[in-house]
């Protein structure tokens, strides 16, 4: 049975579905032909991440076609109720990424706590002709422990976000309106553990009361995040998204921040992917990378050894 990997797999997923007996293949096939592809060489499971796109049309055209499955957790490149009406599996991965997505969230925190984000761009410039004065510059930073999180979407990532809050020192406080409270329980490398219950809180609280703020909610028809949540923000507030484009409002940021409402941010995901608003990637109070929350080696080798699992555990 045939497996396309459009969008590339993991090599510790393709030895899985080798020793299972699967033909998998890696070659990343054009959306515009992929239903010709799909047919003429008998795919049986077709993998993607978020560059290729599973709609109606594709899954009308390809009655082969057994299995979806999507490397990562958003599945809103795919019409997933469709899809499994027509009697396909639909599959993702949605735990195998969460950790890396919080590590990403706290990359850009202490980046933008400590003006990284501006600093290394400056130094190779300015470095040696203006050291004091970028050292005054950027001589302003904040510490993390003993802040306040804000995690709006309590879900796997909001929680992985939440365990290295934890960690870091920081106070965590949550909105999610499907979850009352979670068990959160962080491994040290001692063997030793901690446990924290969190009960959430009503969105309002949690913005009032953050220092920082990060986003993990799904893709939805509104702004999580507009100019009326702005404005109940502290003064100075830090925030991330590194969950879908088109959860904040990007027009409604850039006020936020040209106010000091909001005092620097970071994007991973953009609500004009791939190409984001160049008075985005020009503002010197953000933070930016090209949606790469999932993108490490472990996760990716975690993603490869689960879709693989549930595929076996289906076609096997």
Known sequence: MKVLANDGISQSGIDALDKAGFDVITTTVAQEQLINYINEKDIAVLLVRSATTVRKDLIDACPGLKIIGRGGVGMDNIDVEYAREKGLKVINTPAASSHSVAELVFGHFYGLARFLHNSNRDMPLEGDSNFKGLKKAYAKGTELKGKTLGVLGFGRIGQAT???ALGVGMKVVAFDPFLA???????????????????????????????????????????VIDEAEFNMMKDGVIIANAARGGVVNEVALVKAIESGKVARAALDVFEKE???????????????????????????????????????????
Do not use: C, W
Not at 184 to 207: C, H, R
Not at 284 to 299: D, K
């Open 162 to 164: 939440a365990k290295v």
């Open 181 to 223: 409270e979670a068990d959160l329980e962080l491994e040290f490398f001692d063997g030793q553990k901690v446990n924290f219950n969190i009960k959430t809180i009503s969105k309002e609280d949690v913005l009032k009361q953050s220092d920082f703020i990060s986003l993990h909610v799904p893709a939805q028809k509104d702004y």
């Open 274 to 316: 791939p190409k984001p608003e160049m008075q985005l990637l020009m503002n010197p109070a953000l933070s930016l990378t090209p949606h790469t929350g999932a993108a490490t080696n472990e996760a990716q080798d975690r993603i490869g050894t689960e879709l693989a699992s549930q595929i076996i555990n289906i076609l096997g």
